[in-house]
Nanobody, 114 residues
Framework: VRLVESGGGLVQPGGSLRLSCAASGSFCSIQAMSWYREAPGKQREEIAATTTDGNIKYSDSVKGRFTISGDVAKNTVHLQMNNLKPEDTARYFC?????????WGRGAEVTVSA
């Protein structure tokens, strides 16, 4: 199973970006989809997660600004990020539980700067 993120880049404070992550390979089902981020000098943190039975959670740092949406039929998960702040600058990673095994993408850089 391979996960590939897309949609990162440079954005000004207050702007928006949409990250996407697609899973490819041979598998039966996806049980959960998550987004993590790792800022320079900080530990990787989970910021948004969704399960295929509809449970969604967000970290306090992104609640109200970011929206996770999973499309199981297309094996993809998106992260809509609005009202971005400089402190959101990080490498963003997609993670999925596929056939009860966890997988990671390589990440996408997001830089929020004027």
């Amino acid at each position: 199973v391979r996960l590939v993120e897309s949609g990162g880049g440079l954005v000004q404070p207050g702007g928006s970006l949409r990250l996407s992550c697609a899973a490819s390979g041979s598998f039966c089902s996806i049980q959960a989809m998550s987004w993590y981020r790792e800022a320079p000098g900080k530990q990787r943190e989970e910021i948004a997660a969704t399960t295929t039975d509809g449970n969604i959670k967000y970290s306090d740092s992104v609640k109200g600004r970011f929206t996770i949406s999973g499309d199981v039929a297309k094996n993809t998960v998106h992260l809509q990020m609005n009202n971005l702040k400089p402190e959101d600058t990080a490498r963003y990673f997609c993670s999925m539980v596929v056939d009860v095994v966890g997988y990671w993408g390589r990440g996408a850089e997001v830089t929020v700067s004027a």
